[in-house]
Each structure stands twice: as structure tokens, then as C-alpha cells.
């Protein structure tokens, strides 16, 4: 469990996020929407430790960033290291014994290649890889899908499924609001840095309906196509 009690943020004069609370049970899928600079990323950072806040995060581990794998939506890359490297990296801070890296290649990545030359789609997959090989028990992925092909972003559901009946708790962050629907058991929408609404599955449809007829309006109406 990770319970967030009025988490605010601020940059300079900018509120990102305003008096949040929620939380995370363990075995299940949250999706996180909003439009851009709602606060997602913000949120995510927060609860991986890497932004400074007000409120309050506790979790039932001593210690949550040692359990935690936190996808990034452009993860970073050292500039003479390979895939491979970039992997043993990762396994090597949670003390872990890897060493057949191919056998679990399932992306088919060029392991022995600089991680830094990879395309954006290809440091999503190794960047995802490397936190599935830590066996952590919390996992945050922001805009997962983002960059990457078709087949690889079936293979990404099926892994988020694969983690769901392992028990993990997952939080996702998307912009394919199908992929929430086929993954997420309840979905919280930011807005401008405030939690307005939390949907349960079988309200998934609605909230959809609510967010393109917020999000279109009359907007192609104005461009005037013909």
C-alpha cells in the first residue's frame, strides 16, 4: 500500500500539483490521465523520490525507492555504455545475480550496442527491461507506449498484465486511453495539478466520452475542412 496525503509542488510562482490524496493498493492497476502538464510526470517524480514536496508519502516498505522500477518517459542514457551494460547496471543495484542477458532479451535489442545510439522506441523497451529485472514490487510507467511499435506495445500490455497476477502494483500514465481500458482496474484524472476524478472500470466509457468532449468541443468544427 502507498497512501499520498496532500502532496503540493511547486516550481517558483507555478502550482504543478495542489493538495493531493490517493492511494495504491498492492495487486492493482492505476491509470493516471490528464492532458500535458497536468502534473503526471510531477506525481511520479514525487513518489519516486526524485522531486522534493510538500505532504506526505508512506508505503508498507522501509525504504519505497528500493522496490520501486519507475519508467521514464525519456530515460537517460550514458553515452559509452551498451545495452548490456545499461541492464547489469540495474540488476547490480538491487544485488542481483544476472549474467544471461540474451536469454531474456525479449525485445531483441542490440545489447552490445551503445544504449545512447538506440531510437526513442528501442530505450523505452531496454529501459522497461531493466526495471522488470530488478523484481520489484511497485512499478510507475509514464507513457510506456509512446515511441514504440505495435507489436511491442501488445507485448507491454501483456507484461502489465503478467505483473497484475503476480500481485504488483502498477500505476500508468497514457495518452491511448485503450490501453488503459485493457489494463488499469480504476483511472484518476489530474487537472492542472488537482486530482478531480477517480472512475472505476465499469465507468471507463463514460470518463472517455467526458474527456473528448471536453478535449474537442468545437475545435474541428473552427478549422473549417472541406
Do not use: W
Not at 490528464?34 to 510538500?54: S, W, Y
Amino acid at each position: 500500500m502507498i497512501n499520498i496525503e496532500h502532496l503540493s509542488k511547486t516550481y517558483g510562482a507555478k502550482q504543478a500539483l495542489n493538495d493531493i490524496n490517493l492511494s495504491f493498493e498492492k495487486g492493482k492497476v492505476y491509470g493516471i490521465v490528464g492532458e500535458n502538464g497536468a502534473g503526471k510526470t510531477t506525481l511520479f517524480k514525487c513518489v519516486a523520490g526524485l522531486e522534493k514536496h510538500e505532504g506526505t508519502i508512506a508505503s508498507d516498505y522501509d525504504n519505497l525507492k528500493n522496490h520501486l522500477g519507475f519508467l521514464q518517459t525519456d530515460p537517460y542514457f550514458f553515452s559509452k555504455m551498451t545495452g548490456g551494460e545499461y541492464l547489469q547496471l540495474f540488476c547490480n543495484a538491487r544485488n542481483l545475480t544476472e549474467s544471461n542477458f540474451e536469454a531474456k532479451n525479449i525485445f531483441d535489442l542490440p545489447l552490445n550496442q551503445y544504449a545512447a545510439t538506440y531510437s526513442t522506441g528501442m530505450k523505452k523497451k531496454l529501459a522497461l527491461t531493466a526495471i522488470l529485472l530488478q523484481q520489484n514490487d511497485f512499478f510507475i510507467l509514464d507513457e510506456p507506449y509512446n515511441g514504440v511499435d505495435i507489436q511491442s506495445n501488445i507485448i507491454i500490455t501483456e507484461i502489465i498484465h503478467k505483473l497484475h497476477q503476480l500481485n504488483k502494483t502498477i500505476v500508468i500514465s497514457s495518452h491511448i486511453f485503450s490501453t488503459l481500458n485493457d489494463t488499469c482496474d480504476e483511472i484518476y484524472l489530474l487537472k492542472e495539478g488537482i486530482l478531480v476524478k477517480k472512475v472505476h472500470k465499469t465507468d471507463f466509457g463514460k470518463l472517455e466520452q467526458e474527456m473528448k468532449d471536453f478535449t474537442i468541443g468545437n475545435r474541428i468544427e473552427k478549422l473549417g475542412l472541406k
